[in-house]
């Protein structure tokens, strides 16, 4: 079968609409902020949470707290070894997540983890379980 092209368009299939209504703009691409988290604000991350982590381990002292945060101290290790190759969308949860059990709001904390829990587990599952011990054992105190 041959297409004139000069023919007018009939069917759908074949037919290229420029802005249909269904196309979005380009501008909703295009990222809205300058937002940017280099390697001092990072590093600051890991340092909030293991500043948090020293409070836990000088306030507890039974032995499965202990070996409960000697864990989660190597988890946190492991994000530290991690954490240049953290994407974007994560520090900006880490860093909510750092504001919230700075100012020891724990729902936000816990919400913020669940949110990490559900989209990256797969690939930073190791030290978002030493988080969630950290907010439980933070939270005890």
Same mark, same amino acid.
């Given at each position: ?48 949470? *293991? ?68 989209? *990256? ?14 907010? *439980? ?5």
């Amino acid at each position: 079968m041959r297409v004139d092209a000069t023919a007018p368009l009939t069917d759908f299939r074949t037919a290229t609409i420029e802005n249909h209504w269904n196309d979005p703009p380009e501008t909703i691409f295009q990222q809205t902020g300058n937002v940017q988290y280099d390697e001092l604000e990072r590093n600051d991350i890991v340092i909030v949470f *293991e500043n948090v982590l020293k409070e836990c381990q000088a306030k507890s002292s039974s032995g499965l707290n202990k070996r409960i945060l000697d864990d989660t101290a190597r988890r946190i290790q492991a994000m530290r070894t991690d954490i240049d190759n953290i994407s974007l969308h994560v520090m900006r949860l880490l860093s909510a997540l750092c504001k919230a059990l700075q100012a020891k709001d724990w729902e936000t904390a816990t919400r913020m983890h669940t949110d990490l829990m559900k989209t *990256e587990y797969e690939k930073y599952g190791s030290w978002l379980t030493g988080l969630k011990r950290l907010i *439980e054992t933070y939270q005890k105190l």
